[in-house]
């Protein structure tokens, strides 16, 4: 018997894998899975990682990175792209090209500058590419307000430029969307702001939850992205991403000697827990 039942949303994640489950490929996977997606995925790096942070990154080839997404490309009908760490200006480069020729699916960017204890993740000629190749084919850039300000930074700018300048400045670069998450912010709630070509189109308020987070960048990005492929236009997907996020950082969980995870796939254990009852 033919198998009848619908295909959900596919949702091709660019990123590099996790060991540690907290971020990257691994924390997209679970992302798009618990949102209802069916996930994709395409290697960009190995890194050696746990919840303290990032050891190493070992890139992988352009040329397998362009491979593997143009094999899943010509089988498979995609919805959204969700691009996360890429490993070098290369790997850019490589996925810069694939997506201009599917120039009607959209795209989400993290950009994964450092991880968060700091360690560097992409250089000066990295941050270059992304700017000149891949943030012009956009359609939602989420950085913290720290990437936020590196992106957009020019010389002379002081170091706290003010953000709703720096989407300004992203988005004449070629993006049509930029939510600038505001964890690192000294606020004493966590403000996303999501901007537009005719400025602020929302901004949410969330409680600002104790500890950090392993993965709650990539967490954001993936859930938009499903929410995208789901159907919603991006101030609703944004507020649903947001949300979903949200839930996850409550429900977060220390395995390690690190950081937090997001967990999630909560709505399991809380299920799990309404069973017990």
């Not at 960017?109 to 993740?121: H, M, T």
Request: glycine fraction near 8%; proline fraction near 6%; include cysteine.
């Amino acid at each position: 018997m033919a198998n009848t039942s619908e295909t959900p949303p596919i949702v091709l994640a660019f990123a590099a894998s996790d060991p540690s489950g907290g971020a990257g490929l691994q924390a997209d996977i679970l992302t798009l899975s618990s949102m209802g997606c069916h996930p994709v995925s395409v290697i960009t790096a190995i890194t050696v990682q746990d919840t303290l942070g990032v050891e190493d990154v070992l890139p992988m080839d352009p040329e397998w990175v362009a491979d593997q997404a143009r094999c899943v490309l010509e089988d498979m009908p995609v919805s959204v792209f969700k691009v996360g760490l890429t490993g070098s200006a290369e790997n850019i480069a490589a996925i810069a090209e694939v997506v201009a020729d599917y120039p009607d699916i959209p795209l989400i960017l993290d950009p994964v500058l450092a991880s968060g204890r700091g360690d560097e993740l992409a250089n000066d000629d990295m941050l270059m590419a992304l700017q000149e190749m891949l943030i012009p084919q956009t359609t939602l850039l989420t950085p913290n307000s720290l990437e936020a300000r590196r992106i957009a930074q020019l010389d002379g700018d002081d170091d706290d430029l003010d953000l709703g300048e720096c989407a300004r400045r992203i988005i004449e670069m070629g993006c049509e969307f930029v939510l600038i998450t505001g964890t690192h912010e000294n606020t004493a709630q966590v403000v996303n702001t999501l901007y537009g070509e005719s400025g602020i189109l929302r901004s949410d308020t969330w409680q600002r939850l104790p500890g950090s987070y392993h993965g709650s960048g990539c967490t954001l990005a993936s859930a938009i992205a499903a929410s995208i492929a789901h159907g919603l236009d991006i101030p609703e997907a944004v507020k649903d991403a947001q949300e979903y996020t949200w839930q996850t950082l409550k429900a977060g969980f220390r395995p390690g000697m690190g950081q937090f995870i997001p967990d999630r796939l909560f709505w399991a254990r809380d299920e799990e827990n309404d069973d017990d009852a």
